[in-house]
Every structure is written in C-alpha cells, then in structure tokens.
Nanobody, 127 residues
Framework: QVQLVESGGGLVQTGDALRLSCTTTGITFNKYAMGWFRQTLGQEREFVSFISWSGDRTEYADRVKGRFIIYRDDAKNTVYLQMNVLKPEDTAVYFC????????????????????WGQGTRVTVSS
C-alpha cells in the first residue's frame, strides 16, 4: 500500500522558518519525482516546488522562489521542503505528491502530473 505522510506543519510568525517532511512507503522512491503543492480554503491547489527523481532538477513557484528549498533523502524515502522567511500568504495546507518519472528531469508543475498524494499538513503564518 502506498502512503505519503507529511509532517512539520504548525503555527509560526511572519519571518519564521519551517521544514516540512514527506515520508513515503510502498513506492520505489528513487524512481519518483516529488512535488509540493498547497491549498487554501476555496482556492485551487497550487504548485509550490518540484524535485526530479535524481534530485538534479528542482523548480519553484515564483511566489516562493528564493525562500523555499526542496531536497530529498533517498535513503529515508523522504522529501523535504525548507520554508524560510514565511509570510502570511504562505498559510495553507501543504501536500506532497509522487509521480513516476524515472530518468526524466523535466519539471512537473501540474497536479495532474502526480499519481500519489499525501493527506496534507497545515501551515499557518501569523502577521
């Protein structure tokens, strides 16, 4: 059974940092591209960040570029999202997602690019 479990969300203040984790089971992690998305109430899910199967290619939404860093630890089957200089507009539920794209470093920024999803972790940034 495939599971993606996010953790690390919470309530922080503007300018603080958080690190989200997404640990996977049931997939060959090092063959999967991983993505982070976020969603606020009443809004569509939006792309945040992508990392290729190899870790060689990353991509970020303009709104988080320069503040967020995505990286992966294949030995732990885990992808991380380091979020720095958080802003109130970063408040959302954050989801990780996995897509099977071995040997491809093309960025995957659409939610339809991903097959497996976690349940989400809530991040609240107070002003």
């Amino acid at each position: 059974q495939v599971q993606l479990v996010e953790s690390g969300g919470g309530l922080v203040q503007t300018g603080d940092a958080l690190r989200l984790s997404c640990t996977t089971t049931g997939i060959t992690f090092n063959k999967y591209a991983m993505g982070w998305f976020r969603q606020t109430l009443g809004q569509e899910r939006e792309f945040v960040s992508f990392i290729s199967w190899s870790g060689d290619r990353t991509e970020y939404a303009d709104r988080v570029k320069g503040r967020f860093i995505i990286y992966r630890d294949d030995a732990k089957n885990t992808v991380y999202l380091q979020m720095n200089v958080l802003k109130p507009e970063d408040t959302a539920v954050y989801f990780c997602a996995a897509g099977y794209y071995p040997s491809s470093n093309n960025p995957r920024t659409a939610d339809t690019d991903y097959y497996y999803w976690g349940q989400g972790t809530r991040v609240t940034v107070s002003s």
